[in-house]
């Protein structure tokens, strides 16, 4: 018997032991239902979402926002005849999962009610060749028994143009062939293709190695190719975890997040998309179903701060190229909120009704209309983004004056615009109004345009922008705060709130003490705080009332209360955040507030991004641990 059935944690020749932090949970598969509890492998340039049961259920081929070859996560995944692919151990009773420590690479630990068990091990190659980053269209997925005799079958059903139809299937001595309209794919095997054709129930008696990937002949044995990779990823991200600038205290939490933040990058252009998934809806049955497989602007300034403070400076550089070129290619008009991974700038919706939904809770949605939202915070995220790129000495390609005359043309765009009504950067569909919050991002604008020009030695530029950013600070500290509420609100001259409020310090539009933030920290804390979780805000919108709470809104609202010098309240809300990570510590967009549940799109960068920005901004430092 093997030695490894006896110890769950024992690991494969050559994997890094285990952390008590990673140490895996053991699930009950009888009480399996499709959840978030989901695993992400990746190479930056696809991804793959796996379920405790070591299913398949989600991966864009041949990147991020391509056709979901496996999408049984939004087919109503427990009943899907397609779209996943699955090693089904007969008898199976409960699994293991975990990460290999500080890598991308995930094993899976089933086992049967004959005491035996099989251990999957899953991940898609990234290594360096030939001075570049090898990081193919492929999926490896390696299986060895741990014990008795375990009986699997193999079902890998991919399906094609989203749910319509499957492709056709060819074989060859050693691999089968699944033919699609705009690509072919490869499975590459040393188990006999017809186990797989015919989804044969067989003994696992040794290790086999499954290689999903394009349409070429390997050029040595695939339990060979799939060793090398495996060995040659897993040390890939182990040592990029080894740069990482790391707090002295959570330090599994963010090398988690950082690990995925790097998967959610597609490297070829530096995008960094929103989530993996689409149309995993904010709450049940609410119709918030949206594809987020694109790159929002809003979110660069986080990302690259959050990447910034942890020393990932090639993925920071990586997402400064793609806003460059963005701003290049910008000319007239309103800038759109967000932008497609290869920067396309049309991303219009459809509803695939091929595809059942998340728990059958339609609909699937391709595109995302607010892409001709008008969105005035945009301005300033690009250039609270792009200042890095005049400060940072670290950069290959630092800012100019030539880009930042192009900036100022974003500036000017803000200056003209900051007053206006807009969408907000919560995506209104049916109504406008002038928000506080997009008129704040159009101060930062301004303002560090200033502070970029000063810099720059133009100091006749830098005037100019100071006097901009002065105007506005004043018109939103007139019309954004209101004197019965003891508050700033979320539109000018208005009556509710919402969390972005928060951002004030952040955005150094206010100190942390000043008496009228801490009264909007407290107006929040009223209305949106629901146990320990915060939700955007409370009034009704275009769907009704939010049901669920908005993870990164949770995080802002702990710093917030670390920056007023309530460090032992914040800490406490930051590891109850902590606990309701996934199994895996994977956050989605949204929570349930009561149940702990996850919702929304996942892995959701906004989310990872704000556990690390906490978890850097709480920790004790090194100095003071020792």
């Known amino acids: 018997m093997d030695s490894t ?3 769950p944690t024992a690991r494969p020749v050559g994997a890094p ?15 399996t239902a499709s959840d978030l509890n989901l695993a992400v ?6 991804a793959a979402l796996i379920d405790r049961r070591a299913r398949i ?5 041949p990147r991020f926002d391509g056709d979901p070859v496996f999408c049984s996560l939004v087919d109503n995944d427990d009943h899907a005849e397609r779209g996943f692919w699955d090693i089904v151990l007969d008898g199976q009773t409960n699994s293991e999962q975990v990460y290999w420590r500080n890598s991308a690479v995930l094993e899976t630990r089933l086992y049967d009610d004959r005491g035996g068990g099989i251990a999957i091990v899953d991940f898609a190659p990234r290594f360096k060749q030939y001075d570049r980053t090898f990081r193919p269209t492929t999926l490896v997925r390696r299986v060895r028994p741990l014990g008795g005799a375990p009986r699997i079958r193999i079902r890998l059903r991919p399906a094609c143009d989203y749910g ?9 001595s050693n691999h089968v062939r699944f033919v699609m309209p705009d690509m072919t794919l490869r499975l590459t095997t040393d188990v006999p293709p017809t186990y797989v054709l015919d989804e044969t129930p067989h003994i696992l008696e040794r290790e086999i190695t499954l290689l999903l990937g394009p349409d070429e002949s390997l050029t040595q044995a695939v339990g060979d190719t799939g060793r090398d990779f495996l060995e040659m990823t897993d040390n890939y991200w182990r040592e990029w975890v080894r740069f990482l600038s790391l707090p002295f205290e959570w330090q599994d939490a963010v090398i988690r997040a950082a690990i995925t933040l790097k998967l959610c990058s597609f490297e070829e252009t530096g995008a960094v998309v929103a989530a993996l998934t689409t149309s995993i809806p904010e709450a049940p049955d609410s119709g918030r179903n949206w594809d987020y497989r694109y790159c929002w602007l809003r979110d660069s300034y986080f990302v690259v701060h959050a990447l910034n403070r942890l020393g990932v400076t090639r993925t920071m550089e990586g997402y400064l190229s793609y806003i460059t070129n963005i701003v290049t290619g910008h000319e007239t008009g309103p800038l759109q909120p967000l932008f497609g991974i290869v920067l396309q700038r049309r991303l219009d919706e459809r509803q695939e009704l091929d595809l059942a939904g998340y728990r059958g809770m339609g609909p699937v949605r391709v595109g995302n209309h607010a892409y ?12 609270l983004a792009a200042a890095q790129a005049f400060f940072d000495k670290r950069l290959a390609r630092p800012g100019d004056t030539a880009f930042y005359r192009r900036l100022e043309a974003l500036g000017a765009q803000a200056v003209e615009l900051w007053n206006t009504p807009d969408a907000g950067l919560w995506e209104l569909r049916t109504r406008e109004a002038v928000h506080t919050f997009s008129a704040l ?8 345009l200033a502070r970029i020009g000063a810099h720059l030695g133009l100091d006749d530029r830098a005037a100019y922008w100071h006097g901009q950013a002065t105007a506005i600070r004043e018109a939103i500290l007139t019309h954004g705060w209101s004197d019965a509420q003891n508050s700033f609100t979320s539109t000018f001259d208005g009556e509710e709130i919402d969390a972005s409020l928060l951002l004030m310090p952040e955005l150094g539009f206010l100190e942390p003490r000043d008496p009228r933030f801490l009264g909007t920290l407290d107006h929040v804390e009223r209305r949106l705080r629901q146990g320990s979780t915060v939700y955007r805000y409370a009034a009704p919108d275009d769907f009704g009332a939010p049901e ?9 609202y702990i710093d917030a209360l670390a920056e007023v010098g309530r460090v032992d309240e914040a800490r406490q809300l930051f590891c109850e955040m902590l606990a309701k990570r996934n199994h895996l510590g994977l956050l989605s967009e949204d929570i349930d507030s009561e149940t702990g549940e996850l919702w929304g799109n996942f892995p959701q960068t906004y989310s990872m991004v704000g556990l690390i920005n906490s978890a850097l901004r709480l920790s004790i430092s090194w100095e003071e641990a020792f």
């Open 372 to 383: 001709i939202q008008t969105q005035n915070d945009g301005y300033g995220a690009v250039i």
């Open 164 to 172: 319509r139809a499957r492709p056709e299937v060819t074989r060859g």
């Open 441 to 448: 991002m159009c101060w930062a604008a301004c303002d560090r």
């Open 548 to 556: 669920t709470s908005f993870n990164v809104c949770t995080f802002w």
């Open 41 to 46: 492998i990746g190479n930056c340039a696809h």
């Open 17 to 31: 032991d285990l952390t008590p932090a990673e140490r895996p949970v053991r699930t009950d598969l009888a009480q």
């Open 57 to 61: 259920v989600w991966s864009c081929l």
């Open 5 to 7: 059935a006896s110890d």
